[in-house]
C-alpha cells in the first residue's frame, strides 16, 4: 500500500503496552533465542498504519500480549513518509531497529538486499504458507529466501461520489477520455471538480503508464521501458487532465488534500485505495457511507491496470529476540488477526481462507478489491523496485508545471533508470 511521499517529519507515536517503552529491538536482553521454552522479553513492532488505521493495529499487538503474557510489546506508530529511511538509518547504525517492521511491499527486497531482514523460511513465522494468495507472496522474496510474511494486499480503484454524479447525470467513467467528457458536466450541475489527480506521489501515475500498455521496466529481460511511447502517452494525460480542468492537482501533500476534498465534496472522484475506505468515510459527503462507490480505475487508449500494493510483516536481522519476533509475525498475518482488519478497517487480507468467511465474504470493499487485486500489475520485486518511483516524482512535478514536455519527461526518467540499474538495456 501506498499513502503519500510526505515530506513533513512526523513525530512518532510510541506506546508501551504492557511496561514502560523499553529499548529497540528487544534491547532488554532478556529476549528467549533458544529452541524451547515460553516466549518472553520485549518486542518492538513499528506500525505503517494511517491514523485511520493505527487503534485497530494497536488493539491487535495487544492481542499478541494477551496469548504470551511473559512477552512485553512495545507499539511504535510510524508515519509512512518516515518509515523507509528511519529504519534504514536505525538497522544500519546498528540501533534503535525494531524487531518487526509493517514494511511497504516494495521496500522487502530493498532492506533484504541490505542485508537488514532476517530470513524467514524455516522459522515459525511463516506458517501455513500455502493458503496465502500466490501474487502476494512475489514481494516476499528476494534471491531465493523470503524475508516477509505477506499482511495486506491491495491495489487501486476509482472511489466515486454517487450522488454527485447522479445529479450530473453521468455514468462512472471507464476510461479517463470518458472521464474527461463528463468533467464539463460535473462542472456545470454540481460546482465539483471531476477527479483529484495525485501529483506528488509516482505510485499513482502508473494506472495512467498501464493503461498506455507500458511499464516502469522489464525485470526478466533487464529492460527499461518507462521512455518508450507508453510512457510519453502517460505524462501527456496527465497534463492534459488538469490543463482541461477535468482534475485538480498538488504537488505537495496529495494525500490528505485529496481525501478532503473527496471528503468535502469539492471532487467528484478520486484513485485510491481500500486504506483510505474508511477516512472517506468520516466526511460530511459520506455520511450516508453508501454514498461511496468504488469502480475500476479508468482505462488509457490501450489497457486498464492497477499496481498490485499491500504490506509485510519482516523481522530485523539483530534482533535480540528473535523467537518472539518470529512468533510475533506468525500473529499478526494468521487468519484470525486478517479477518479481524477486514472487518474492521475493510482491508484485503493475503489468506485465501478468509475469504471464505461470511463477514468477509459480504464486505461490500472486498467484493470490489478482490477481483481488482487479483488483475492487478506485478511490480517488479527489484532491490531498486522503490527508487523507480522517485525519478518519475520528479518529472511528474515537471510535466504538471510546464517545466518538461512529456517526451521530456519519459526521457530523463529513462535515463534516471540506467543510471540506478547498470546492466539494465
Known amino acids: 500500500m501506498r499513502r503519500g511521499i510526505r515530506g513533513a517529519v512526523a513525530t512518532a507515536l510510541v506506546a508501551g503496552l504492557a511496561l514502560a517503552a523499553t529499548a529497540c529491538g528487544g534491547g532488554d536482553g532478556g529476549g528467549n533465542t533458544d529452541s524451547g521454552g515460553e516466549l518472553s522479553g520485549t518486542v518492538t513492532f513499528w506500525d505503517t498504519s494511517n491514523d485511520a488505521e493505527k487503534a485497530t493495529y494497536r488493539k491487535l499487538a495487544e492481542g499478541f500480549q494477551k496469548e504470551h503474557p511473559k512477552v512485553h510489546v512495545t507499539y511504535v506508530n510510524v508515519p509512512f513518509g518516515d518509515a523507509n529511511a528511519k529504519f534504514k538509518n536505525a538497522a544500519g547504525g546498528n540501533s534503535g531497529?525494531?524487531?518487526?517492521?509493517?514494511?511497504?511491499?516494495?521496500?522487502?527486497?530493498?532492506?533484504?538486499?541490505?542485508?537488514?531482514?532476517?530470513?524467514?523460511?524455516?522459522?515459525?513465522?511463516?506458517?501455513?504458507?500455502?493458503?496465502?494468495?500466490?501474487?502476494?507472496?512475489?514481494?516476499?522474496?528476494?534471491?531465493?529466501?523470503?524475508?516477509?510474511?505477506?499482511?495486506?494486499?491491495?491495489?487501486?480503484?476509482?472511489?466515486?461520489?454517487?450522488?454527485?454524479?447522479?445529479d450530473a447525470g453521468v455514468e462512472v467513467p471507464k476510461s479517463f477520455a470518458e472521464l474527461t467528457t463528463a468533467a464539463k458536466k460535473i462542472k456545470a450541475k454540481t460546482g465539483a471538480t471531476a477527479l483529484y489527480l495525485r501529483g506528488d506521489d509516482p505510485y499513482w501515475f502508473l494506472p495512467y503508464l498501464y493503461g498506455e500498455g507500458g511499464n516502469m521496466v522489464d525485470a526478466r529481460d533487464k529492460i527499461v521501458q518507462i521512455d518508450d511511447g507508453a510512457g510519453v502517452k502517460a505524462f501527456k494525460t496527465i497534463k492534459s487532465l488538469v490543463d482541461s480542468k477535468a482534475a485538480i492537482t498538488d504537488a505537495t501533500d496529495g494525500q490528505e488534500n485529496q481525501l478532503k476534498a473527496l471528503k468535502d465534496g469539492t471532487v467528484a472522484m478520486a484513485i485510491d485505495g481500500p486504506w483510505d475506505i474508511e477516512g472517506a468515510r468520516a466526511g460530511k459527503a459520506f455520511k450516508d457511507k453508501k454514498n461511496l462507490g468504488v469502480a475500476p480505475v479508468p482505462a488509457g487508449s490501450a489497457a486498464q491496470g492497477s499496481p498490485q500494493g499491500g504490506w509485510n510483516l519482516s523481522v530485523y536481522a539483530g534482533s535480540k529476540n528473535l523467537r518472539a519476533a518470529y512468533a510475533f509475525v506468525k500473529y499478526m498475518s494468521s487468519a484470525k488477526v486478517q479477518q479481524q482488519t477486514t472487518e474492521q478497517l475493510s482491508l484485503l487480507p493475503t489468506r485465501k481462507s478468509v475469504y471464505d468467511v461470511p463477514a468477509v465474504k459480504k464486505n461490500e470493499m472486498v467484493t470490489f478489491f478482490k477481483p481488482a487485486v487479483d488483475g492487478a500489475v506485478q511490480r517488479p520485486w527489484i532491490a531498486e523496485g522503490n527508487s523507480l518511483f522517485e525519478p518519475i516524482k520528479v518529472q511528474m512535478n515537471k510535466v504538471l508545471t510546464g517545466a518538461a514536455s512529456p517526451e521530456q519527461a519519459a526521457k530523463a526518467t529513462g535515463d534516471a533508470y540506467r543510471k540506478l540499474l547498470k546492466d539494465y538495456k
Open 97 to 166: 531497529a525494531p524487531d518487526v517492521m509493517r514494511t511497504e511491499v516494495a521496500w522487502t527486497a530493498d532492506f533484504a538486499n541490505l542485508g537488514y531482514l532476517a530470513p524467514l523460511d524455516g522459522t515459525p513465522a511463516l506458517d501455513k504458507t500455502d493458503d496465502y494468495l500466490p501474487q502476494a507472496v512475489g514481494s516476499t522474496k528476494f534471491k531465493g529466501k523470503t524475508y516477509a510474511a505477506p499482511q495486506v494486499i491491495d491495489t487501486l480503484g476509482l472511489f466515486y461520489n454517487k450522488k454527485l454524479l447522479k
